[in-house]
């Protein structure tokens, strides 16, 4: 179902409407946040200068170190007493990022979750399990309000305690999941373990994964171990933005569905700043044109993705972003060559003998980087085998040579030995 006629206007309509939201969220920016203020008079722009859409490219990027810099309300447009939610995102240096809602906010969030909801396959029919923490992460008050909006019943369950999660979607009849994608495979992994079988004694059909990416071969896993049949979507977003709700996936899983009339994405080159053409690849930046307390203008999210223009089969014609290949700020270059580690657990996920839980860790050695990673066996008869062992590490090397051009060190561990997370997973130890 679509939930807003917004997601289906031709492009002509909907880059008016950006154009005139643009244009009185930045004339209120200007009067308001002096940081902002600065930021343009320093690039020589005024807000007369913008006189088209294409003339967002004038303007000045907004960074996290903005927020920082402006700690806590520095960067907001009204007053705190209009504010009635605050969240923060946890930085991992200092002080939080911290962001604001107005009644105004709150029901355009709720407005666009709602649509993202939709468009993974939810309704009103649905029992939802909400499975994010709930706290200062937008992930799990962002998606409860969307669904309530829909008409879902919410189960706010938040994370931990996974035993007692299954007890809830077995006895509350829970229809659809809520989840970053990696806490999403430890709970059918516990479940298994209580003599579950996720695919056939629990009845979630729908999977709404997101705060975290999910590869394709990530997404396969979730099927095979959550059922062939469900809906396993995801959907981005970022607490300076709004939380969730900036894009999801529809049914026909070929990128995220951006909210256009509220968000306009472009993509540049994270070295130059230069917007680069739809199709090509870079950093995304997304200027907030209906937020009132903290409307953040060409925000550079450090987000990984492309953009594609074509009307998409489910009918929406709003822009889609490529799942993201990984943050301009996780990626790893090891001996000069650049490394997602998206493009590992692609490479790691295919293989049938081992998991979805991996670690990578990279250190320097005698002036040389060097990248262990430590991925788990499915099966631990394995471990028995000296020979098997050595046939699959090299297997797996050979895969990831083929695909990084590197070496990697592989250590294979037994079942259910890595760490889980359940909130977002954190993968990466670079000890250089
Ligand atoms: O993660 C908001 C959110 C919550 C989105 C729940 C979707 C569902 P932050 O904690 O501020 O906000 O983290 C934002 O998480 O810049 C991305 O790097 C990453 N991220 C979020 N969704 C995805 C996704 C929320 N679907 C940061 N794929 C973003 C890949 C994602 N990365």
């Not at 308001?32 to 320093?42: G, H, L």
């Not at 991992?92 to 906010?105: E, H, R, S, W």
């Not at 994010?132 to 962002?142: E, I, P, Q, S, W």
């Not at 059909?205 to 095979?224: A, D, N, Q, S, V």
Request: one cysteine or more.
């Amino acid at each position: 179902m679509i939930w807003a006629k917004e997601e289906t206007l031709t492009r002509q309509e909907i880059e008016e409407i950006q154009f005139t939201r643009l244009k009185a969220t930045l004339k209120r920016i200007y009067d308001k946040v002096p940081a902002y203020r600065n930021k343009m008079e320093q690039a020589g722009v005024t807000c007369d200068d913008i006189r088209s859409l294409d003339d967002l490219r004038k303007l000045p990027f907004t960074v996290k170190q903005d927020m920082r810099d402006n700690y806590p309300y520095g960067m907001f447009t009204v007053p705190k007493k209009e504010l009635i939610r605050i969240h923060a995102s946890s930085g991992t240096t200092g002080k939080p990022t911290v962001v604001g809602y107005t009644k105004n906010d709150m029901a355009m969030w709720t407005e666009c979750v709602s649509r993202i909801a939709c468009m993974g396959g939810a309704s009103d029919e649905d029992v939802a399990q909400i499975s994010f923490g709930y706290g200062m992460f937008t992930g799990a008050l962002g998606l409860h309000y969307g669904l309530e909006n829909i008409g879902a019943s919410v189960v706010p369950a938040s994370c931990g305690n996974t035993q007692k999660q299954i007890m809830y979607m077995q006895d509350f009849g829970a229809t659809l999941l809520v989840a970053t994608p990696s806490y999403a495979l430890h709970i059918a992994e516990v479940a298994k373990d209580m003599g579950i079988d996720p695919s056939k004694d629990l009845n979630v059909k729908i999977g709404l994964f997101g705060g975290e990416g999910m590869t394709e071969p990530m997404r396969e896993e979730m099927h095979r171990l959550w059922g062939s049949d469900m809906k396993a979507t995801q959907n981005y977003g970022m607490s300076e933005l709004v939380g969730p709700g900036v894009s999801g996936e529809c049914l026909e899983l070929c990128g995220m569905h951006v909210n256009e009339d509220h968000f306009i994405p472009e993509i540049i080159n994270p070295d130059t700043g230069q917007v680069l053409d739809p199709g090509e690849k870079g950093e995304l930046v997304i200027s907030c044109i209906t937020k009132e307390a903290l409307p953040l203008i060409r925000y550079r999210t450090g987000d990984i993705t492309r953009l594609f223009y074509e009307t998409c089969k489910c009918g929406r014609t709003t822009v889609r972003m490529e799942n993201l290949s990984g943050r301009s700020d996780d990626m790893l270059i090891i001996r000069g060559v650049n490394v997602f580690p998206s493009q590992i657990e692609e490479v790691l996920l295919q293989v049938k003998e081992i998991g979805a839980h991996y670690e990578i860790i990279v250190d320097r050695k005698d002036y040389l980087d060097i990248m262990e990673i430590k991925v788990e066996l499915c099966d631990e008869t394995l471990l028995d085998s000296y020979a098997k062992l050595g046939e699959l590490e090299k297997k797996i090397k050979f895969n990831l040579r083929t695909v990084l051009g590197l070496d990697a060190m592989i250590k294979l561990v037994a079942p259910r030995s890595l760490k889980r997370f359940e909130g977002k997973a954190r993968r990466v130890t670079d000890l250089r």
